[in-house]
């Protein structure tokens, strides 16, 4: 199945600043997702990448505040935009795992605290 | 939206078998049920998946209902590192998104 590099693993930034999330795949895959999951939650959708077209976003979440790259089809980053304390939580983007019909794979995730 | 419906938590003693319930009663005919784990500070991590048969891989067993309405997953011998949280999902083929729900806890005890 496919494996998933996420950079950075974790962060602690200043409220008002943005951080950019990197999501690299070590094969081709037509859609990448990025999820995010607070403190003591289940994952929750944010976006769905496909490349060369715009991402679309779940309901309760914008381009404004989580834009999405997708500039190839092995590599996507979220940007957590304007940060406030309410952002700290943890982002993981995830793929098709491959043929045979296993769901997805999921990154490790970036653990984001916002101060 | 999610559409499973999990206890929030469970306990197992170590060693016997942990069975995760998980209802699911409008799925669609073309939905599969996927079963991810996540443990501490990590990704989910998949498990096993089915559409109407009951499923066995090394890690666990899958059984599905006969109006698939319901599923449970089974570890035969739960250890320890089975303790995490267990997520049922309901999905298309690939190429869907996935919805989480809350899952289940389970707790592992010696």
């Known amino acids: 199945s496919a494996v998933i590099s996420q950079k950075p693993s974790r962060d602690i930034c200043q409220r008002g600043t943005s951080l950019t999330i990197q999501c690299q795949v070590d094969s081709q895959v037509t859609m990448m997702f990025w999820y995010r999951q607070q403190p003591g939650q289940s994952l929750t959708l944010i976006a769905t990448a496909n490349q060369g077209s715009e991402a679309t976003y779940e309901s309760g979440f914008v381009i404004d505040k989580f834009p999405i790259s997708r500039p190839n089809l092995t590599f996507s980053t979220l940007t957590v935009s304007n940060m406030s304390p309410e952002d700290s939580s943890i982002y993981l983007c995830?793929?098709?795992?491959?043929?045979?019909?296993?769901?997805?794979?999921f990154g490790s995730g970036t653990r984001l605290t916002v101060v | 939206d999610a559409k499973t419906t999990q206890p929030t938590s469970m306990d197992c003693a170590e060693g016997r078998a942990a069975n995760l319930p998980c209802n699911h009663s409008t799925i669609s005919g073309n939905e599969y049920v996927y079963w991810y784990r996540q443990i501490h500070s990590q990704g989910p991590q998949y498990i096993i998946h089915g559409l109407k048969n009951n499923e066995t891989n090394e890690m666990a067993s899958l059984i599905i209902t006969e109006d698939r309405k319901s599923s449970t997953l089974i570890l035969p011998h739960a250890t320890l590192r089975d303790t995490a949280v267990y997520y049922c999902i309901v999905s298309e083929n690939t190429g869907n998104q996935f919805y989480f729900g809350t899952g289940t806890s389970l707790t592992v005890i010696p």
């Open positions: 995830s793929v098709t795992a491959g043929t045979g019909n296993y769901g997805y794979t």
